[in-house]
């Protein structure tokens, strides 16, 4: 009896080696860390949401004619909030990530038209949420690009020998990711002009008297 239990012992601690050697614990431990670093992704776009009210209503204030700027930022938040998006789907990630491009889009579009609206932009609850916004909009960035280093880190990691076939046995496969493109996409804000106008044609010079002729000769 005491030789089975030993048997079993050893048995168990060469499988615990066996794994830990072909990087069963690495998986695990990068595994946590992407959840991690999505779940900052998710934390940041959600901070960004629940401003936009607000900033809808305060820039509605003094701008009430510019309708079709702020259905569109509504909108596109609207949009976002009904996905519900599994980071381990390539189609959802995109999806979501492509969602959260158009409502940066309405951001961008909605801040440019306040530049027209001297008394908003001098109003204390505007500012203040101009400046919440762009540290939003930062800290998104931070965590977008630490999640994209975090998943090339582990799709690179499962693809290796052994630990590819630790990965296999575990089903542990590799993960979608945002796209450089996408990337670019998202944190370039739009650019438009409100105050095209018509350029001024050259002023004509003025026609030139004719210059006088010589006295013909006496």
């Known amino acids: 009896m005491r030789g089975i239990t030993f048997l079993r012992g050893v048995v168990l601690a060469l499988c615990v080696l066996l794994l830990s050697g072909c ?31 607000n900033l809808v209503n305060t820039v509605k204030g003094y701008a009430a004619h510019e309708q079709q700027v702020l259905t569109a930022v509504t909108e596109a938040r ?15 990630l995109a999806q979501y990530q492509a969602a ?7 951001l961008g579009r909605l801040m440019m038209v306040t ?3 001297p008394n908003l932009k001098a109003d204390a609850s505007f500012l203040n949420l101009q400046t919440q916004l762009e540290g939003t909009e930062n800290r998104i960035t931070v965590a977008r690009g630490r999640y994209i280093q975090l998943v090339q880190d582990y799709n690179t990691y499962i693809r290796q020998f052994p630990v590819n076939l630790t990965a ?14 996408n990337e670019a996409q998202i944190q370039q804000a739009p650019s438009v002009d409100f105050n095209q106008s018509v350029p001024a044609q050259p002023a004509q010079p003025a026609p030139q008297p004719p210059a006088p002729q010589p006295a013909p000769a006496g």
């Open 100 to 106: 959260q491009g158009e409502l940066s889009q309405a």
């Open 78 to 92: 609207a949009k976002v909030s009904q996905i519900n998006v599994n980071a381990d789907d390539a189609a959802s």
């Open 168 to 181: 296999m046995v575990f089903g542990h496969k590799t993960k979608p990711n945002f796209t450089v493109e």
């Open 23 to 53: 990087g069963y614990n690495q998986i695990q431990s990068k595994d946590e860390a992407v959840k991690a670093g999505w779940s900052e992704v998710l934390n940041q776009y959600k901070r960004r949401a629940d401003l936009i009210p």
């Open 115 to 117: 530049e027209n609206y």
